[in-house]
């Protein structure tokens, strides 16, 4: 069992394959505290919504819960779950649970964040984010997340500045280049998102939104770019930690 529970852990760098299926091993071996299994449950949740299969995800954290509601990482993990779905509320609810579990923890404040810029609530979008940046200044998630917040109530000077510090504490983001180039484009100063998205495309080659993005600044008459995704803020998956078996 202990081998299990290294693979489930993510020890010595399983694969997600591996990962999964240790964890699986463990909740089926009948030998754990209640305990031990909601982490156990809440490591395969954090596997599978990396994998994209949400649902399954939300599953896990949900059987986590019901058998430790007082681990606070599944509560953030089936908001991030739930924020994914466009499942606001209830994203919102998990959130706003977290907080009052751990108000010094800033993944919570940054999930909340992204939820609440999600369902058009900008202003306490901020709200949160400040309240991540003080708990989490060396993170750049934060800083990207209000930045974009900011880009969306039109303050594009702040946003540049957030983007900036994101990009002072993760230089080779090419999406942070990315969102600071958008920034640049809104703002009319297109020589710097050029110079933005050119560093972007550098960087990450094969992915084809600086790319994209560029060519709305390079061809402003056909400007016609979408989102391909929603970005979360951190907490979302970048920031979820991982529970130990402990």
């Known amino acids: 069992m202990l081998s299990a529970w290294h693979g489930c852990l993510g020890d010595k760098g399983s694969s997600a394959q591996l990962q999964a299926a240790s964890c699986t091993e463990v909740i089926e071996s009948g030998r754990e505290t209640p305990k031990h299994l909601a982490v156990a449950y809440f490591n395969r949740g954090v596997v599978q919504q990396r994998q994209g299969a949400i649902d399954s995800a939300v599953g896990d954290y949900e059987r986590a819960l019901q058998l430790d509601a007082d681990l606070v990482e599944p509560w953030l993990a089936r908001g991030g779950a739930l924020y994914a779905k466009a499942d606001y509320a209830k994203a919102e609810a998990d959130f706003a649970h977290a907080i009052a579990m751990r108000p010094v923890m800033a993944e919570g404040y940054a999930g909340r964040g992204a939820v609440r810029a999600a369902g058009g609530d900008l202003a306490g979008a901020v709200t949160d984010y400040d309240r991540a940046v003080t708990l989490a200044p060396k993170s750049p998630e934060v800083f990207e997340g209000r930045g974009r917040v900011f880009s969306r109530m039109k303050d594009e000077d702040r946003a540049i500045a957030d983007f900036s510090h994101a990009l002072a ?78």
């Open 169 to 246: 504490l993760a230089p080779r983001s090419a999406e942070i280049l990315t969102d600071r180039g958008d920034a640049y484009a809104r703002s009319g100063r297109f020589d710097l998102a050029l110079r933005d998205y050119d560093a972007a495309i550098q960087l990450r080659p094969a992915d084809p939104s600086p790319a994209l993005h560029r060519g709305g600044v390079a061809h402003p008459d056909h400007d016609e770019r979408e989102e391909h995704q929603r970005r979360a803020g951190p907490g979302a998956q970048a920031m979820l930690p991982v529970a130990n078996g402990e």
